[in-house]
């Protein structure tokens, strides 16, 4: 490696060692971290094709079964979430990153031999969607081991570039596998088509075998190149300090408006569009909207680090309040009328808001903490001043990543409104009144606790 894989010495807050040594490391961490990430989110997000493309291959699920397989990756990632969140500091992060990389390849490989078989039993499925969670689990440990690596100044920057880049891996998905499922890319080893297809040979098996090489090199490179800082170093008791602290609750709730949203319409919108516009192939158009939202993100991180967070996601929010309603505007009603074109561009316009939404919230959340002990130092000696600094630098991580775990439950909640919604209803419309309400309420918290004159925590 040319160095220690364990580096003791770690001050980013000073510019001369961020000069000196600080930012070649940083950077080389993000961008080993960052394909990672990406990895991550395909195998989490895998049943968002695979479901809509698993009656082809001869199996006979319902349509409320195959919203519980898109839903059921969400749920499962953001609980992991909630455990990964506190791993970097327990383990390290290199250590961490190359272990649960290699986790992913457990769902990636029980796929691609489960769906060869039409008389697989749907709990098989159940199984698998719930082990492609640990795809979702990786976001926290990854996003908290990238903010021990840069200062606070350029904490928007990293978190926006390491989140917006790893989101790319939903669009990924949603791009690549309905090409590769055409052809028997990995030959007679990997088995032949499915009979059930009908019409073009349908290959499904490779949605899971495709990623299994990229694995592997994955985590070579994190072993390998990444590093574990005794500086992040932490005991449970030092991060679990957060769950008395009132803004880790309160950024949790805007992280399920803005992650929770990306996630969440990413997993549902190949099936929405199925059920609600029958004549279009959802495929065609999935993943354009993760693409754009994962770019997106870090622009609002780069943008929140420019105005601030909190101004930033007050109109994110107001801008997800009316994205909405457009598209309750752009929707068939009982089966009539409707204009899937006009559905599509403000399904993308909330996409590039809510990956703006991403960076921006990420960035509110150092700067809360930071003015949080700067505050209970007052009046600290220098050693008491640097130990508020350290503990800061440990919740702001242990909040980055727990706000991502319940944020992902909205990659759960949304896809199973829109299935109850339909099946109570026959239509997605009263779980977007819900969706509008929930804005409505992030909205009301970025103003009264970050934004209004004399907010408690501006930032």
């Not at 570039?161 to 309905?178: E, R, W």
């Not at 800061?392 to 299935?419: L, N, Q, R, T």
Request: some cysteine; overall charge positive.
């Amino acid at each position: 490696m040319g160095q220690s894989a364990e580096i003791t010495k770690w001050d980013i807050e000073d510019p001369s060692f961020w000069q000196a040594d600080g930012s070649r490391i940083a950077t080389r961490n993000l961008w080993i971290s960052i394909p990672a990430l990406l990895l991550a989110f395909a195998v989490w997000m895998l049943f968002s094709v695979v479901a809509v493309n698993l009656n082809r291959a001869g199996f006979d699920f319902t349509t409320d079964q195959l919203f519980w397989l898109t839903a059921l990756p969400a749920l499962s990632g953001a609980t992991l979430r909630i455990f990964y969140s506190f791993m970097v500091p327990l383990f390290g992060g290199r250590r961490w990153t190359a272990v649960s990389t290699t986790l992913l390849a457990i769902p990636a490989a029980w796929l691609g031999i489960a769906v060869q078989d039409p008389a697989t039993p749907y709990w098989h499925f159940v199984a698998i969607a719930i082990l492609c969670g640990l795809g979702g689990g990786n976001f926290a440990s990854s996003m908290a081991n990238i903010s021990f690596f840069y200062p606070k100044k350029m904490q928007g920057y990293a978190l926006g570039m390491n989140a917006g880049l790893g989101n790319l891996g939903v669009s990924t998905v949603q791009f690549l596998v309905p090409a590769v499922v055409t052809a028997g890319l990995f030959g007679a080893w990997a088995g032949g088509p499915q009979a059930g297809s009908g019409g073009a040979p349908l290959y499904l098996q490779n949605a899971g075998f495709i990623w299994l090489p990229l694995i592997a090199a994955s985590v070579l490179a994190a072993w390998f190149g990444m590093h574990d800082l005794a500086s992040a170093r932490s005991s449970f008791n030092e991060q679990a300090t957060i769950f008395r602290r009132k803004h880790n609750w309160l950024m949790c709730w805007l992280y399920v408006g803005t992650f929770g949203s990306f996630i969440g319409f990413s997993a549902a919108f190949p099936l929405l569009v199925k059920t609600q516009f029958p004549g279009v192939d959802p495929l065609r158009y999935a993943f354009l909207g993760p693409l754009v939202g994962a770019l997106a993100r870090p622009v609002g991180g780069w943008l929140a680090d420019k105005m601030g967070g909190a101004a930033l996601t007050f109109w994110v929010f107001a801008l997800m309040v009316a994205g909405v309603v457009m598209k309750l505007y752009f929707l068939p009603h009982n089966g009539v009328g409707g204009s899937f074109g006009g559905f599509l561009a403000m399904s993308i316009a909330m996409f590039v808001v809510a990956g703006i939404g991403n960076g921006s919230t990420f960035r509110m959340i150092p700067v809360i903490f930071r003015q949080l002990h700067e505050r209970l130092a007052a009046g600290a000696d220098d050693a008491g001043k640097a130990a508020a600094q350290r503990q800061a630098g440990i919740e702001s991580a242990a909040v980055v990543g727990f706000s991502s775990a319940i944020g992902a439950y909205g990659g759960f909640f949304i896809p199973k409104s829109y299935g109850s919604s339909i099946a109570i209803t026959g239509g997605p419309e009263a779980a977007y009144y819900g969706f509008i309400a929930f804005y409505l309420s992030c909205l009301a918290i970025t103003w009264w606790w970050y934004l209004r004159r004399g907010a408690e925590a501006p930032c």
